[in-house]
C-alpha cells in the first residue's frame, strides 16, 4: 500500500471507514475510495456516481481524475452544499486548476486581440470566464464571454449627433447598420459564414466557430458546421 494511502487510511474517523466501506473495490482504487470518504461521499453502487452526505447531492465521477476534480465538479453542480467550509474552499481556490485556467486564458489572448477585440472587453471577459468555470473547453467558455459583453454593446444605445445632410446620412447609417449585422459576432471583423449544425445557429465566422464546441446563442452542442454566404 502507497505510504500517503496508508497514512490516510489510519486518520479515518469511523463515520469515514463507513463511508470507505461502500465503495467497490473492483471499480475504485483503494487511495481514491479512501480520500472520497475523507470529502464526505458515499458510494450507492450505480456506475461511477458518489452522492454527499452532506446535500445528498450526486456527482458521476471521470476516469482517472483525483478526489479535488471530483470535489471540484460536486461544487459547481450543488453550490447550496453545506460541505464544511475547508473542503469547499479548497475547490475553487485549486492552485494547480488556477495555474492552468490563466495560461490557457493567456496563449488565447493574442488571437482575440489579432481579431479586433479591445483589451479591456477581453480583461472583462477572461474575469467572467474563471468566475462561472463550466464543463466546456474554457477557450469556448473565453468565446461565450466575448459573445455576450460583444451583443452587451452593441444594445447600448448611443448619443446621436446633430443632423446634418439628412438623407445622406440616412443612407450612411443604413449601409452601415447592414455591414454590421453581417459581422460574426465574436471578432467583428470577418463576416459570419458559418452555421452551427444540428441548430442551424449564423453568428460567427469560420476562424471562431472552429474554436467553439457549443453554439453561443443557444449552447447547444456543435456536432458540425456549414459554411454559408449571406446574401
Same mark, same amino acid.
Given at each position: 500500500?502507497?505510504?500517503?494511502?496508508?497514512?490516510?487510511?489510519? &486518520? /479515518?474517523?469511523?463515520?469515514? +471507514?463507513?463511508? %470507505?466501506?461502500?465503495?467497490? =473495490?473492483?471499480?475504485?482504487?483503494?487511495? !481514491?475510495?479512501?480520500?472520497?470518504?475523507?470529502?464526505?461521499?458515499?458510494?450507492?453502487?450505480?456506475?461511477?456516481?458518489?452522492?454527499?452526505?452532506?446535500?445528498?447531492?450526486r456527482t458521476p465521477v471521470k476516469?482517472?481524475?483525483?478526489?479535488q476534480e471530483v470535489l471540484i465538479?460536486?461544487?459547481?453542480?450543488?453550490?447550496?452544499?453545506?460541505?464544511?467550509?475547508g473542503s469547499v474552499a479548497a475547490?475553487?481556490?485549486?492552485?494547480?486548476?488556477?495555474?492552468?485556467?490563466?495560461?490557457?486564458?493567456?496563449?488565447?489572448?493574442?488571437?482575440?486581440?489579432?481579431?479586433?477585440?479591445?483589451?479591456? &472587453? /477581453?480583461?472583462?471577459?477572461? +474575469?467572467?470566464? %474563471?468566475?462561472?468555470?463550466? =464543463?466546456?473547453?474554457?477557450?469556448?467558455? !473565453?468565446?461565450?464571454?466575448?459573445?455576450?459583453?460583444?451583443?452587451?454593446?452593441?444594445?447600448?444605445?448611443?448619443?446621436?449627433?446633430?443632423?446634418?445632410?439628412?438623407?445622406?446620412?440616412?443612407?450612411?447609417?443604413?449601409?452601415?447598420?447592414?455591414?454590421?449585422?453581417?459581422?460574426?459576432?465574436?471578432?467583428?471583423?470577418?463576416?459570419?459564414?458559418?452555421?452551427?449544425?444540428?441548430?442551424?445557429?449564423?453568428?460567427?465566422?469560420?476562424?471562431?466557430?472552429?474554436?467553439?464546441?457549443?453554439?453561443?446563442?443557444?449552447?447547444?452542442?456543435?456536432?458540425?458546421?456549414?459554411?454559408?454566404?449571406?446574401?
Amino acid at each position: 500500500m502507497d505510504e500517503n494511502i496508508a497514512a490516510a487510511y489510519q &486518520t /479515518l474517523t469511523p463515520d469515514q +471507514e463507513e463511508l %470507505k466501506e461502500t465503495y467497490d =473495490a473492483s471499480v475504485w482504487p483503494l487511495g !481514491l475510495a479512501v480520500q472520497l470518504a475523507i470529502l464526505g461521499f458515499r458510494y450507492e453502487g450505480h456506475g461511477r456516481t458518489v452522492r454527499c452526505i452532506h446535500c445528498q447531492g450526486r456527482t458521476p465521477v471521470k476516469e482517472n481524475v483525483g478526489p479535488q476534480e471530483v470535489l471540484i465538479d460536486h461544487v459547481r453542480n450543488h453550490p447550496g452544499c453545506p460541505k464544511p467550509i475547508g473542503s469547499v474552499a479548497a475547490a475553487p481556490a485549486d492552485s494547480r486548476e488556477k495555474e492552468e485556467v490563466d495560461e490557457k486564458l493567456a496563449l488565447a489572448r493574442p488571437f482575440f486581440l489579432s481579431k479586433g477585440i479591445p483589451l479591456e &472587453t /477581453l480583461r472583462r471577459a477572461e +474575469e467572467l470566464t %474563471k468566475r462561472r468555470r463550466s =464543463a466546456a473547453p474554457i477557450i469556448a467558455d !473565453l468565446m461565450h464571454s466575448v459573445c455576450e459583453l460583444q451583443r452587451a454593446a452593441d444594445q447600448t444605445p448611443e448619443v446621436s449627433a446633430p443632423a446634418t445632410s439628412g438623407l445622406q446620412e440616412e443612407s450612411e447609417m443604413e449601409i452601415s447598420d447592414e455591414s454590421s449585422e453581417r459581422l460574426c459576432k465574436i471578432c467583428y471583423q470577418d463576416h459570419m459564414s458559418v452555421a452551427f449544425v444540428p441548430c442551424s445557429h449564423v453568428a460567427c465566422c469560420v476562424q471562431c466557430a472552429t474554436l467553439l464546441s457549443t453554439c453561443p446563442i443557444c449552447r447547444s452542442d456543435v456536432q458540425g458546421y456549414m459554411r454559408i454566404a449571406l446574401q
